[in-house]
């Protein structure tokens, strides 16, 4: 191995030393350059949105009425009401592709209500499509706001081929529920 004079060591550290700081001075520029060209970007961004015409609500919900109308006019949909919901849109789709069964409600007065619900669907999950369709219903239509479904759920029962469902965590296929079953709305007897 060569041994160096402390000149020589003294001229190579000099120089690797002013290689750094050049190096150094490159980075800085490289990093001044990049923000000059992201602060160019973001007002440009900014210019654009400027630019873009901003829709009042009013008018937003009519173009996505038009659209939502377009999209009933299919056949698979073609069944949906006009004020549909995105949630109802969901539930044909699962209905056409065997996701999801219609369950048949029978309330007293004789009016049936075609509640959908997943395949593997609980009897709270009826409970709460049953909420849900009801719900919809009256916005609607107009008529009772408020429903206590609390009353509604002590005060009757949902029964199926003479057995009521009981357990809310049952599966309507544990009480062999299928694709367009009826399901009735029985009062509860009172206990004394």
Not at 169 to 189: H, M, Q, S
Request: hydrophobic letters at 35%.
């Amino acid at each position: 191995m060569e041994k160096r004079s402390s000149e020589e060591t003294a001229t190579v550290i000099n120089s690797l030393k002013t290689k750094e700081e050049h190096a150094t001075v490159k980075i800085k520029e490289e990093n001044v350059e990049e923000k000059k060209e992201e602060e160019e970007t973001v007002k440009k961004e900014e210019e654009t949105e400027e630019d873009e015409e901003e829709l009042p609500h009013a008018e937003a919900m009519d173009i996505f009425e038009e659209g939502l109308a377009m999209i009933v006019q299919d056949p698979l949909l073609c069944d949906l009401p006009i004020q549909v919901t995105l949630e109802e849109v969901n539930s044909q789709i699962a209905l056409e592709y065997g996701q999801a069964m219609t369950v048949r409600v029978c309330k007293g007065d004789g009016e049936i209500m075609p509640v959908v619900v997943v395949q593997n669907a609980t009897v709270l999950d009826l409970k709460k499509a049953i909420q849900r369709y009801v719900q919809l219903k009256q916005q609607r239509e107009g008529g009772i706001q408020h429903i206590s479904w609390r009353y509604v759920w002590r005060t009757y029962s949902l029964t199926f081929g003479g057995e009521k469902l009981t357990d809310d965590k049952l599966k309507l296929k544990d009480y062999g529920i299928k694709n367009r079953d009826e399901v009735t709305f029985v009062k509860k007897l009172r206990r004394k």
